[in-house]
């Protein structure tokens, strides 16, 4: 299945790709949609006052086929005819002439109605055919199909981005693994040499118990690794990587998973980070972050 983004567009008009016939007066119907991210399905709908009675319908289609996103569609008509213009018929005219007499008798200055103007006001007037709701919902319908290509289209996109920064984080999480024996061994030495000072400045002249020394300094160095240790981190991190490639491996909508899931991945990093001892250590830890904070910006845009 595949992975959507909630952000595209897509139109569709029925009607104005070929010409019609001169005695077709129908409208031309178009479908506009508009997506992005939000946390729920939000709907908007900007319709004519002749069209609101298909908002049901509309309402429905895409509620069927988004799970989430903020959606906008708008729809239009245009009234169509011979070189986009339609000529009024007798009763047109008979009706803008009697009203053009009643005014021009109270009101003797207005100027009379120019061609433009009656051709205009005759097409507002003009009625919309009994399957104009049928039609737009007809329209829509290719539209909606349209934009979830899109947000296929951008998904697949979004899918190869975190593929590749999970891919960097695995890198980063397996040059942290061996830098906590190497700093354990490290920090052992030290303890080791700072009694073996101590003991063997020691004014009272006594013999330096080494092997006192060495169980104390052993002791410490065991408290500063399991301080330092961060092993549980490194695994838990890895399996959630895992998580989110079978996530996206699978598709659809996983948005709010992936989310989720990227907040363990940024309490893995930070609990990596105030563990650290050295400054590669404290690198990984902010290259990591990094990273996860460019994957929840993405993933903010996943269905």
Known sequence: MAVYSMTGYATAQQGGASPPAAHDAGPSVGVEIRSVNSRFLDLTFKLPEELRGAEPVLREQL???LKRGKVELRAWFEQRGDAGTRAPSSAELQRLVSAQDAIRAWLPQAAPLSVAE????SARGTPLPADAQDRVAAVAASAIAQLIEARAREGARLAGMLHDRTAQLRTLARAAEPLIPQLVTQQRQRFLDRWN?????DASG???NSEVARDRALAEATAFAIRIDVAEELTRLASHLDEIDRLIQRGGDIGKRL???IQELHREANTLGSKSSSLELTRISVDMKVLIEQMREQVQNLE
Not at 118 to 121: A, K
Not at 197 to 201: F, S, V
């Open 63 to 65: 509620t069927q086929a």
């Open 118 to 121: 009656v051709i205009g006001l």
């Open 197 to 201: 000072e101590a003991l063997g400045a």
């Open 206 to 208: 006594a013999v330096a």
């Open 259 to 261: 989310d989720f899931l």
